[in-house]
């Protein structure tokens, strides 16, 4: 649909489909990634529909290098990376741009869901389909050479329009988890390419050894279930992951609301909205794809993102995002964002 609308505006439209499998027949089919064969075929049965040129590149080295073993690599650190927001730092528009600037095209043009008037990145019109978290990180750059022509427009009308221009993915399912696990077993994932490390699941609070596990990528900041932990809290409750320390294979867990943060740091980060701010910021910070809102002052402390929440925030996780905005009657502006230290 993003094509069919650069199309319909006059543009000079080539489909291109991304390889980023190194071994392409372990790419699953259905609707659980977005980089499936599958997709490949409905990708260029779109570009038929459409009388465009369509071509598959291959990215697959690329990806390979700066997402999928980041992805390993973070987990292994202690923290909870996305892949999504790396790939579309890294391949979409870096390598892709790249390659598209150098063959004379102007910009990358994708069916994300958020808006881009004037150069500044907004939320999408469907709140609820919202992807300008995992496009904070871009560049002014960057988005100077991209287009998101379905922002505007809710998802159900953005199906209907598909199917009524004879577009066989209208009803397709939306794609979810990470393309590259093909099973969905993120944990068993990372186990057969990190192996065994095992280590002690403690209780934050007094201290105590409570049970043990195979290896720290197997837990994330907040996690409830799967803790390896075989009696209750004294007082009962349920019991969350507070911490990771990757060197020592320490998993620290607590009550709820030892999750609360109040302010939190950010490592490399980058202004989508405009030059980096002098001073303070009123803002609100995002550090979730889908929730995790909060009124927050941000400011830059040398190369450090500060960002101070008036609300406190749970399951806060170093390597995610944080987003910040500022709302907008038009949909919230995008500021920048930071990964979470």
């Known amino acids: 649909m993003a094509a069919a609308r650069a199309v319909d505006a006059g543009h000079d439209v080539v489909g291109v489909h991304l390889a980023l499998a190194e071994t392409p027949d372990a790419l699953r ?13 409905d990708a260029r049965r779109a570009a038929d529909v459409l009388g465009i040129p369509f ?29 999504c927001l790396r790939c579309n730092e890294k391949v979409k528009f870096a390598a892709l741009l790249d390659k598209a600037l150098a063959l004379g095209f102007d910009a990358v043009c994708t069916g994300h869901y958020a808006q881009l008037r004037g150069g500044v990145l907004r939320r999408a019109v469907d709140a609820d389909k919202d992807q300008s978290y995992v496009l904070a990180v871009l560049s002014r750059r960057q988005l100077a050479h ?22 066989s993915v209208a009803a397709k ?11 969905g077993d993120t944990a068993g ?15 934050a609070v007094t201290g105590e050894v409570l049970g043990g596990h195979a290896g720290v990528h197997r837990f994330t900041v907040g996690q409830r279930r799967g803790l390896g932990v075989d009696r209750p809290a004294a007082d009962g409750r349920p019991r969350y992951v507070l911490g990771i320390e990757p060197v020592n294979g320490t998993v620290q867990v607590g009550p709820a609301e030892a999750l609360d943060v109040r302010e939190l740091a950010g490592e490399r980060p980058v202004w989508a909205g405009g030059p980096a701010p002098v001073g303070p910021v009123e803002c609100v910070a995002q550090v979730r794809a889908h929730g995790g809102l909060a009124d927050a002052v941000a400011e830059l402390d040398g190369d450090l993102l500060r960002v101070r929440l008036r609300a406190p925030l749970r ?27």
């Open 29 to 41: 089919s259905g609707s659980r990634g977005c980089c499936s064969r599958e997709d490949a075929g």
């Open 55 to 83: 071509y598959v590149w291959d990215f697959a080295g690329r990806f390979a290098e700066e997402v999928v073993d980041q992805f390993v690599a973070d987990y292994a650190a202690g923290r909870t990376p996305n892949p």
């Open 146 to 167: 991209a287009l998101f022509p379905v922002g505007d427009t809710r998802k159900s009308a953005v199906r209907a329009e598909a199917a009524g221009r004879g577009l």
């Open 173 to 183: 399912p939306d794609s979810h988890d990470i393309c590259f696990i093909p099973t």
């Open 189 to 203: 994932w990372l186990t057969e390419r990190l192996g065994r490390r095992p280590g002690s699941v403690v209780d």
């Open 315 to 341: 399951g806060v996780a170093p390597g995610q995002a944080v987003a910040l905005y500022r709302p907008d009657p038009g949909g919230d502006i995008v500021l920048g964002s930071a990964t979470i230290r």
